[in-house]
Nanobody, 119 residues
Framework: QVQLVETGGGLVQPGGSLRLSCVGSGSIFSISTMGWYRQAPGKQRELVAL???????NYADSVKGRFTISRDNDKNAVYLQMNSLKPEDTAVYYC?????????????WGQGTQVIVSS
């Protein structure tokens, strides 16, 4: 498995911004699909954004136009820039690494980073 470590969470006022970072281990990072998911209290974990190894990107409808996912394969890192934050964005955010099936390496999750949007 790929080891993932997220940083960048915290408390921010509505309308503010945060940038989450996720750094992974191993050479398999660059060929993997990377994603950010979130889980709010009492709710299921949901997809926020995905970026493939070819830089194809998908966003949840709720974050389109506000969040931006990017990756830097030289640093084994994936980022989530979050702007115009809303209270409903409050959740634990998790980084996800999904290597190609042919590698035989399973999907990995980070430990999560808390984001609280509140005045």
């Amino acid at each position: 498995q790929v080891q993932l470590v997220e940083t960048g969470g915290g408390l921010v006022q509505p309308g503010g911004s945060l940038r989450l970072s996720c750094v992974g281990s191993g050479s398999i990072f660059s060929i993997s699909t990377m994603g950010w998911y979130r889980q709010a209290p009492g709710k299921q974990r949901e997809l926020v954004a995905l970026i493939t190894s070819e830089d194809s990107i998908n966003y949840a409808d709720s974050v389109k136009g506000r969040f931006t996912i990017s990756r830097d394969n030289d640093k084994n890192a994936v980022y989530l820039q979050m702007n115009s934050l809303k209270p409903e964005d409050t959740a634990v955010y998790y980084c996800n690494c999904r290597p190609p099936a042919w590698t035989g390496t399973s999907t990995s999750w980070g430990q999560g980073t808390q984001v609280i949007v509140s005045s």
